[in-house]
T-cell receptor, first 112, second 117 residues
């Protein structure tokens, strides 16, 4: 499985955009890049995922580098409810076991 | 979105007892469920993959006789921590997959906090 590198922590002011980076230089060509977040004392929740193209949904945008060795999760306007640990997880859907392996993630603090 | 529940949400037990945690997919059928463990200030660690109607697949270093997994139906998987000890105290989280094989998203339960005295 591809290894990931994320900043341990980041801060953002409320209502400002946040760019959360993830390096996954060993990613294979068939790995999708998934992002999940975990609010305190809760299970993780799905944020977004993509393969090559940039992706948008109601929660966030995902910008994937052309060489796919890195990606950036973009929260367009951070709110206090976005304070969480964010995990990027490369995963190959062709692998039969379909497991997710979590790295250390980035703890996002949103400042009012 | 798909909902996964866990029961109980927290449990306190004495050392040496066994504890069963249930994971249910409420509005979809899940042929595969996963069990994770998370210690304070740490990331989630995958323990095992639970397949409906077959034996679970355990990650390296996870004792299958200690953590018994049963996936008897398409909506229920159970994790039993046998002869629990204080070092088993942790946050246990299950997840289930939904979607086509190409882009399966995992939906996580709210977690079960276990404290072994």
């Amino acid at each position: 499985d591809a290894k990931t590198t994320q900043p341990n922590s980041m801060e953002s002011n409320e209502e400002e955009p946040v760019h959360l980076p993830c390096n996954h230089s060993t990613i294979s060509g068939t790995d999708y890049i998934h992002w999940y977040r975990q609010l305190p004392s809760q299970g993780p929740e799905y944020v977004i995922h993509g393969l090559t193209s940039n992706v948008n949904n109601r929660m966030a945008s995902l910008a994937i580098a052309e060489d796919r060795k890195s990606s950036t999760l973009i929260l367009h306007r951070a709110t206090l409810r976005d304070a969480a640990v964010y995990y990027c997880i490369p995963r190959c859907p062709l692998k039969s076991r379909n497991q997710f392996y979590f790295g250390t993630g980035t703890s996002l603090t949103v400042i009012p | 979105g798909a909902v996964v529940s866990q029961h109980p949400s927290w449990v306190i037990c004495k050392s040496g007892t066994s504890v069963k945690i249930e994971c249910r997919s409420l509005d979809f059928q899940a042929t595969t469920m996963f069990w994770y463990r998370q210690f304070p200030k740490q990331s989630l660690m995958l323990m095992a993959t639970s397949n409906e109607g077959s034996k679970a697949t355990y990650e390296q270093g996870v004792e299958k006789d200690k953590f018994l997994i049963n996936h008897a139906s398409l909506t229920l998987s159970t994790l039993t921590v046998t002869s629990a000890h204080p070092e088993d105290s942790s946050f246990y989280i299950c997840s289930a997959t939904l979607g086509g094989a190409s882009q399966e998203t995992q939906y996580f339960g709210p977690g079960t906090r276990l404290l072994v005295l």
